[in-house]
């Protein structure tokens, strides 16, 4: 373990890239990964991995709801509950970030302090922590590094933001610039000529250095690019380990489990049921019982909110598009089949005892037939079936 260095996990957000799996009340952070943590709970194992010692990892949280999933699934990880903090969502993830170096320095001035989302995934391997190493060597010498990765899927490199960097015998290089979601011609390009990474989101500095950068500054609102503009020169460590932002149940559905025949994913505390489904994701929230006919790369999820049922069915190559079903039920409370469906076609959601209760989004699937019967115990149980044959 390292002593004087720290790990800063900014675990805000709104829970509106995974809806329903993911919600205002329960964001991605806290969602379940895999059978043994959550997002929030693998990221502390990957930086203990490196060398944080558990009681120098914070988690800056920005309400009551956050401060307690966080107290819930950290502690138990060795996180002391003092150094869960909880500021105003007004200062974002920048901001967040130098809030964070704020309180470390109170109690360790030498602090280098690892910054990183709390809702990716990362395969923290030899390579990764040869990375961190990099950046940690880098950061002693005052700089503000970036954690970079090497991807090599198109689709993958177009999600993200990319730092362009010169190529050196240095461990970390200089960064020249940025690219924020490039479109396809533009993403080709930069893989192909090869000084550029993405951008993990993860970033290494001394506390000190931060602060003294950003004396004077208004923290709240403080945008991300005005604050590496603010640090001057950046270096970047890139690496080649295993990456993913997390950030469509499609990219969920890459990194979980699957069968080993017809490659379904079930994810969720609830019961599932299955048939003739091959390639989808299939999520059941605790208490709820899920059937499924005939899906075929689409994503199926049936969770409660609000004590309301709710059933999202979205072909899991268009499930970017369910973030404006996520902004609509925030809204509004409610998702109308006709009002809140995307690209999608002949699909019935059929009478039952809870229909009025019921919220269903549809999102580029076809034939879809939706039915959700609440038992007399308190039970619910969903049949989505495609091609309509749907039956109680």
Request: aromatic letters at 6%; hydrophobic letters at 40%.
């Amino acid at each position: 373990m390292k002593s004087n260095l720290w790990t800063a996990i900014i675990a805000g957000g709104q829970g509106t890239r995974l809806f329903p799996i993911s919600h205002e009340h329960r964001p991605k952070q806290f969602c379940r990964l895999d059978e043994r943590n959550t997002f929030i709970q693998a990221v502390i194992e990957n930086f203990t991995k490196v060398g944080v010692k558990p009681t120098h990892i914070v988690v800056i949280t920005t309400n009551d709801n956050q401060t307690n999933l966080a107290k819930q699934q950290a502690l138990p990880r060795g996180v002391l509950s003092q150094n869960i903090v909880q500021i105003s969502p007004d200062y974002g993830y920048a901001g967040a970030m130098v809030k964070a170096s704020e309180f470390i320095v109170r109690h360790d001035p030498s602090a280098i302090v690892i910054n990183t989302p709390s809702d990716q995934y990362l395969d923290a391997n030899d390579d990764f922590a040869l990375t961190i190493q990099r950046a940690i060597d880098a950061a002693k010498q005052n700089h503000a590094v970036i954690v970079g990765v090497k991807v090599n899927d198109l689709v993958t490199a177009m999600g993200c933001g990319h730092a362009l960097y010169e190529e050196s015998e240095d461990d970390c290089f200089q960064v020249t610039g940025f690219v924020e979601k490039p479109s396809r011609e533009k993403a080709d390009q930069i893989m192909r000529q090869g000084n550029s990474a993405c951008n993990t989101g993860i970033n290494v500095w001394k506390a000190s250095t931060v602060i003294a950068a950003t004396e004077g500054m208004s923290l709240k609102g403080l945008e991300t690019d005005a604050l590496m503009r603010a640090l001057g020169d950046k270096k970047i460590a890139v690496g080649n380990f295993e990456w993913h932002d997390c950030g469509t149940l499609k990219s969920l559905y890459e990194i979980s489990r699957k069968t080993p025949n017809h490659k379904n994913a079930n994810l969720g505390d609830g019961e599932f049921e299955r048939n003739n489904c091959r390639g989808s994701l299939l999520y059941a929230s605790h208490g709820t019982e899920l059937r499924v006919t005939g899906a075929r790369d689409d994503a199926v999820v049936f969770t409660v909110i609000d004590e309301k049922p709710i059933i999202v069915v979205a072909k899991l190559a268009e499930s970017q598009r369910i973030k404006d079903l996520a902004d609509d039920f925030q809204r509004h409370k409610a998702i109308f089949s006709d009002d809140f469906s995307f690209g999608a076609r002949n699909n019935i959601v059929l009478a039952s005892n809870v229909s009025d209760d019921l919220t269903v989004g549809f999102v580029g699937v076809t034939n879809y037939a939706v039915y959700v019967h609440k038992h007399r115990d308190g039970a619910l149980e969903a049949v989505v079936s495609q091609q309509l044959t749907a039956q109680r």
